[in-house]
C-alpha cells in the first residue's frame, strides 16, 4: 500500500462479512492487537429472484454489525466495489444506500477507481464525489475495453495505459483524502523479477500522477 504524504498504514485484506462469526471476530481482535487500523470486507453477491432493494437492506444490516465490531476494536473495514452484474456494489450507488448515516471512522468504502470506470464510464466523477466522506482507502488500476468473440470485455493493464482518466488523480489531490493509496496489478506480470519491475514501474506512474 502507498499512503499519501509519505505516510505508511497497515491495511489488511480480508474475507469478514460477518461480525457474528467467531472465527472473523477473532482475525479482527488479533488485527486490532497488532496495530492494523484499516481493512478490506469481502462482498456480496446478488441472488436471483430475491427484489434488488431487499437485498441491498440486508446487506446494510449485516454492514451495521460490523461497524459496531470495528468501533468496539477501533478499526475501520472497507467495502471495495467490485465491477460485474452479480456484485453488489458495482453500482456505486449500492454502497451509498449501504453506508448511508454509518461513521465512517468504523465503515466506508475502499474506492476502486478501475472497477468504477468499468462500470460507470465518465460517471466515475460522480461516484467518486457522492462517496468521497466515506473513503476508508483508494485503489488504483487500469484496464481497456477489448472485443473477444462476440463481446467486449475488460482487460487489465499497467496503470496509465488504459482507460482511467487521469483527472481522476487531479481531483484526487485536491479532495480532502489523505490515507492509504493502494496500487492493484491484475494483469499478466509474468516471473518474479517480471512483477518486481511492474509493481515499480506502476508506482513511478502512480507517484507522477500525485505529482
Known amino acids: 500500500a502507498v499512503a499519501k504524504r509519505g505516510k505508511r498504514t497497515l491495511h489488511l485484506t480480508t474475507d469478514i462479512l460477518d461480525a457474528t462469526d ?3 471476530q477473532r482475525v479482527l481482535r488479533t488485527a486490532s492487537k497488532l496495530g492494523v487500523r484499516v481493512y478490506r470486507l469481502s462482498w456480496f453477491q446478488y441472488r436471483p429472484g430475491i427484489p434488488l432493494p431487499r437485498q441491498i437492506a440486508e446487506c446494510r444490516a449485516r454492514l451495521k454489525d460490523l461497524a459496531a465490531l470495528n468501533k468496539e476494536l477501533g478499526l ?23 453506508l448511508e448515516g454509518f461513521d465512517p471512522k468504523y465503515l466506508g468504502i475502499c474506492f476502486d477507481i478501475g472497477h468504477a470506470t ?40 499497467p496503470l496509465g495505459e488504459g482507460m482511467v482518466s487521469r483527472s481522476y488523480f487531479d481531483w484526487l489531490k485536491k479532495s480532502s483524502y489523505k490515507g492509504i493509496i493502494s496500487q492493484h496489478h491484475e494483469y499478466a506480470l509474468g516471473t518474479a ?19
Open 193 to 211: 523479477l517480471e512483477r518486481v519491475q511492474a509493481f515499480k514501474k506502476d508506482l513511478v506512474t502512480l507517484k507522477s500522477l500525485l505529482a
Open 118 to 157: 468499468v462500470e460507470g464510464g465518465t460517471a466515475w466523477a460522480l461516484h467518486a464525489r457522492l462517496m468521497e466522506p466515506q473513503f476508508s482507502a483508494v485503489y488504483v488500476k487500469d484496464f481497456t475495453w477489448q472485443k473477444k468473440s462476440k463481446d467486449w470485455q475488460t482487460v487489465w493493464c
Open 22 to 24: 467467531p472465527v472473523q
Open 76 to 98: 475501520c473495514g472497507g467495502y471495495q466495489n467490485h465491477s460485474g452484474a452479480k456484485n453488489v456494489g458495482a453500482p456505486v450507488w449500492d454502497i451509498y444506500q449501504m
